[in-house]
């Protein structure tokens, strides 16, 4: 059975970090593309970061450029989002989400099949 465990939210004053995981298991996640996405309250689920599978490509929404670090630890068969200097704007509900292929955009969550249940961040002093 596939199944994503997002884990690493929490409560982090601005300019914080946190380093959210997701933990894979029934399948490898080097053999499929990994998306981080995220959902603030009235808010629509927007991409945020992406791996593609064996080559490692990386891709980012224009405000975490720079900030957030998409990796994958194939040993561990988990993908990590690193988030450094976070902002109030960060907060929202994070979820990975897992496809072998992608016909369409990274940050179409329409793209991805298999999806966490989210971790919450949020950012405020």
């Known amino acids: 059975q596939v199944q994503l465990v997002e884990s690493g939210g929490g409560l982090v004053q601005p300019g914080g970090s946190l380093r959210l995981s997701c933990a894979a298991s029934?399948?490898?996640?080097?053999?499929?593309?990994i998306g981080w996405f995220r959902q603030a309250p009235g808010k629509e689920r927007e991409g945020v970061s992406c791996?593609?599978?064996?080559?490692?490509?990386?891709y980012y929404r224009d405000s975490v450029k720079g900030r957030f670090t998409i990796s994958r630890d194939n040993a561990k068969n988990r993908v990590y989002l690193q988030m450094n200097s976070l902002k109030p704007e960060d907060t929202a509900v994070y979820y990975c989400?897992?496809?072998?292929?992608?016909?369409?955009?990274?940050?179409?969550?329409?793209?991805?099949?298999?999806w966490g249940q989210g971790t919450q961040v949020t950012v405020s002093s």
């Open positions: 791996i593609s599978r064996r080559d490692s490509s990386t």
């Open positions: 029934g399948f490898t996640l080097d053999d499929y593309v």
């Open positions: 989400a897992a496809d072998t292929t992608l016909i369409g955009s990274w940050y179409s969550p329409y793209e991805y099949k298999y």
